[in-house]
């Protein structure tokens, strides 16, 4: 008993405040950041010119485009659910926002709301598959990108489309506003702020979440949730299509392969951002730092000259080690 | 009491109707295709058909154990970039080859088995992840496209058996034969099948957990090295294609849909998931037959994928009640 009082000396009040601190943060969260630092310290090594403003900006630029995208997919992974449908509903984004800016002065002014509509449309088709007819997803959205894809071909008659991207697409993708911060930048922070607001001060993001954790219970607590899931399902296609919005204004033109470099880095960034793959667990600041550590470890692995199979080893091992730090699931026994 | 038959039946009726499926539209097509069905037309339907094929039992062994393999396609690629610079010479260098092709491709699907069972990882992020070093792998060997292969071998497992029946048919046979019997049949393949049913169960009831998972992953990509080496026997180069790589996988997931394997795992076999991918392509060669203007096939393809998937995955018309639909 003599030992009890030690409990309240300063040793022992230091160590309650580490362990405060320990359960407040979110270890995924602490890593990914930890892991940005890291590569900006090796990239700085190697060139002073790494951590210029401009250097950074440029990359916030090019994380942007994937930032818009992996908001989509972030939602419908919150739902334990899962979109292989980005590669060409980001293409059917870019093509047919180009396509309506070759309509005429009104097409111009809509190519972005008619980019954006089309991608909404499909994910509302698959969202309607998941949530209605009780389809997995992964086979609705594989379905859909199929379908999406032979869409594309028919409209393009398969080649490159030769429209080019109306003013507002390059104005967002590509100018600066104040402070020579680029649009994209600005676009991707609107698209961020919204989805936190709907993911943590709206009935829809708490459905999100509940359903993501058990979607029996939430149906029994009277949640909507197959509105919930196909109006999700619904966003994440229209942010896709944003996404080859501007990434057609970026190219200034859209082309067939535009959406396949972004499928699976869209998932690693959620996933890297603390966001369980199993749903029902993960905040967007996450998926911020995932996609940022994952722009900056491609960016700086092609400054390195690494050579390009080198650039997928180090990809595949990073996500790899990174996830077996932080992201293992619980025993079988547990 | 159910008898001894209609159990049988209900437990096969995903890979029967699949069989079923493939035979009505293979009819269509043999029917209607301008040359008839002679050898060359049946070798060329059947090399493509069992290139998917094999690699349509890769994705099921994982699948059936609840879990999901997006890296076969890559594995797949690494393989065939691998056989093209070591399947070649004499006999014996040859056979050495083969042998080095399919160890790698074994050695893949274990890293994927020890990552998902000791890491802990989710299959489907760890395989997005070794997929790429796969991928990575196989660029390192065959960064431009080339490399050669055992002429002779490659032909006559892509040519045709003296009777006209296509040798790629026997050598999925053999396939079937030596590693999907014996892994259905073994206490491990049903081992597998109890932890694709339900993990915690089969845990608790003693059944080796993570063995099965191992030997799943392990063939899975031991299997996905198989098409890859195919692919060379059929190409004569090897080729570091991502998109190639990519697509496999989708299709194989497809091919596994079709042919009655569940996504959840647990029920379905490879036989279904064999049919599923012949019919799979058989769709494709159909379009062709049919002279669908060249534009519109993908868009039949994907329309008609989808309406097959969509029918095959659809759980409504299984349910008892309200509350079956949020399992």
Redesign the interface.
């Known amino acids: 008993m003599a030992e009890a009082p030690s409990a309240t000396t300063r040793s022992g009040r230091i160590v309650d405040i580490v362990d405060t601190l320990r359960r407040r943060i979110d270890p995924a969260l602490a890593w990914a950041f930890g892991c940005i630092v890291l590569v900006l310290l090796v990239g700085s090594l190697y060139s002073s010119s790494f951590l210029s403003p401009q250097y950074l900006l440029q990359q916030l630029k090019v994380a942007s485009f994937l930032g818009v995208i992996a908001t989509g997919t972030m939602i419908v992974v919150l739902l334990g659910q899962?979109d292989?449908s980005v590669p060409w509903v980001v293409a059917v984004g870019g093509m047919m926002a180009t396509a309506a800016t070759g309509w005429g002065p009104l097409g111009e002014a809509m190519a972005i709301p008619v980019g954006i509509g089309c991608g909404v449309a499909l994910g509302l088709v698959s969202g309607i598959?998941v949530a209605f007819?009780?389809?997995?997803s992964?086979?609705?959205t594989?379905?859909?990108?199929?379908?999406?894809?032979?869409?594309m071909?028919?409209h393009t008659?398969?080649f490159s489309p030769q429209d080019s991207s109306s003013r507002a697409m390059r104005f967002l993708a590509t100018g600066n506003s104040v402070f020579g911060i680029p649009n994209a930048v600005l676009v991707w922070v609107a698209v961020g702020a919204a989805a936190v607001f709907l993911l943590t001060r709206t009935t829809f993001g708490r459905t999100v979440y509940a359903i993501g954790n058990r979607?029996?219970a939430?149906?029994?607590s009277g949640a909507r949730?197959r509105t919930v899931v196909m109006t999700a399902f619904a966003l994440a296609g229209g942010l896709s299509a944003f996404g080859g919005v501007l990434l057609a204004g970026y190219a200034s033109k859209a082309a067939q392969?535009m959406g396949?470099p972004y499928l699976?880095p869209a998932?690693?960034a959620v996933?890297l951002g603390g966001t369980s793959?199993?749903g029902g667990r993960g905040s967007y600041i996450g998926t911020v730092a995932g996609v940022i550590l994952i722009t900056l470890l491609q960016s700086i692995l092609s400054v390195m000259q690494m050579?390009?199979?080198?650039?997928?080893?180090?990809?595949?091992?990073v996500?790899?080690a990174m996830?077996?730090i932080y992201?293992?699931?619980?025993?079988?026994?547990e | 009491m159910i008898s001894d038959r209609s159990f049988w039946l209900r437990e096969h009726k995903a890979t029967l109707l699949a069989f079923a499926a493939f035979v009505v539209m293979f009819t269509i097509y043999a029917a209607n295709h301008p040359a008839g069905l002679n050898a060359n037309v049946a070798t060329t339907a059947a090399n493509k058909g069992v290139l998917l094929a094999i690699v349509a039992m890769a994705q099921t062994l994982v699948v059936l154990t609840s879990g999901i393999d997006l890296s076969v396609g890559m594995v797949m690629i690494l393989a065939n970039c691998l056989a093209s610079s070591i399947v070649v010479g004499s006999p014996l260098m040859t056979t050495v080859g083969v042998v080095g092709v399919l160890l790698v491709g074994a050695m893949c699907g274990a890293i994927n088995g020890v990552i998902v069972i000791f890491g802990r990882l989710q299959p489907i992020v760890t395989t997005i992840a070794t997929g790429a070093v796969y991928y990575g792998a196989a660029l390192a060997l065959r960064p431009v496209p080339g490399g050669d292969v055992n002429t002779s071998l490659a032909d006559a497992l892509t040519g045709h058996l003296p009777g006209g029946v296509p040798a790629s048919l026997a050598l999925l046979l053999a396939v079937v034969a030596v590693i999907w019997m014996p892994f259905r049949r073994s206490a491990i393949g049903r081992a597998a099948y109890a932890v694709g049913s339900s993990e915690v169960a089969a845990y608790m009831s003693g059944v080796p957990v993570r063995r099965a998972k191992f030997v799943a992953y392990t063939l899975s990509g031991l299997l996905a090295s198989m098409a890859g080496l195919f692919v060379t026997f059929i190409t004569y180069t090897g080729e570091a294609s991502a998109a190639n790589g990519n697509t496999y996988t989708l299709y194989s997931i497809a091919a596994v849909v079709l042919g009655g394997v569940s996504l959840f795992g647990g029920s379905g076999s490879a036989i279904g998931a064999i049919f599923g991918a012949l019919m799979f392509r058989t769709i494709g060669d159909l379009l062709f037959v049919f002279n669908v203007e060249p534009l519109w096939q993908p868009l039949f393809q994907g329309v008609v994928l989808s309406a097959a998937v969509c029918l095959g995955a659809v759980r409504l018309l299984r349910v008892r009640n309200r509350l079956d639909l949020y399992g």
Do not use: F
């Open positions: 899962i292989l598959g007819l009780r389809i997995p992964m086979v609705v594989l379905a859909m990108n199929a379908v999406a894809q032979g869409l071909v028919v008659g398969g979607e029996r939430a149906y029994l949730t392969a396949d699976l998932i690693a996933v793959i199993l050579p390009e199979y080198g650039r997928h080893v180090t990809y595949g091992v996500i790899v996830l077996l992201g293992r699931g619980r025993r079988t026994a």
